[in-house]
């Protein structure tokens, strides 16, 4: 539908290692919850077989993830860190990628529903190792109240890209 949060930080990822191919592998479904994704289920399959083709020709760097309007009903949050830390795990392991960089957006703050969301996001970090929440704050909508404005969804792509910088060289540093 245009510009997405990935393509932006695709480009700074180029622009940090030009020597680098940079490559995405778009496997997001709007509108979908984490219980679609559960392994077994379609949408976690066909992201695994999409990783398993692109890792013929690179490795996997991170994991861009970017969900939760489904999920945003009191129930589904209190159990959304549980969930989506198997979720991880599973992925992790089926692409034999143990200690890959997890970067998990915030939904839009121009969504009253979104803030309940939001506040559970600092216990999905606390639950996945080498994870990082991306803030959504002071990013605005295309009109819609719903969804992001390209403008926003560059910017947000940037936190993205800084975030992971962070994530990682944290990592490097503990090994």
Excluded at 3 to 32: D, K, W
Excluded at 66 to 80: I, L, N, P, R, W
Excluded at 147 to 166: N, T, V
Aim: glycine content about 8%.
């Amino acid at each position: 539908a245009g510009v997405g949060l990935c393509s932006e930080f695709a480009r700074c990822m180029a622009a940090s290692a030009p020597e680098c191919t940079i490559g995405l592998v778009p496997c997001a479904l709007g509108g979908t919850s984490l219980d679609q994704w559960k392994p077994g289920s379609d949408l976690y399959t066909n992201a695994v077989a999409r990783m398993r083709i692109a890792l013929k020709n690179g490795h996997l760097a991170g994991i861009l993830w970017h969900q939760g309007e489904a999920d945003s009903a009191e129930a589904k949050v209190a159990t959304y860190p549980v969930r989506f830390a198997a979720m991880i795990e599973s992925l992790r392991k089926d692409l034999d990628a143990k200690d890959v960089p997890v970067m998990v957006g915030e939904l839009g703050h121009f969504r009253s529903s979104s803030a309940p969301f939001n506040a559970m996001l600092p216990n999905v970090s606390a639950t996945v190792p080498a994870c990082a929440i991306i803030s959504a704050a002071d990013l605005g909508h295309g009109g819609d109240k719903l969804h992001f404005s390209a403008d926003a969804l560059r910017l947000f792509g940037k936190r993205y890209f800084d975030a992971f910088q962070r994530l990682t060289q944290r990592v490097r540093q503990n090994q």
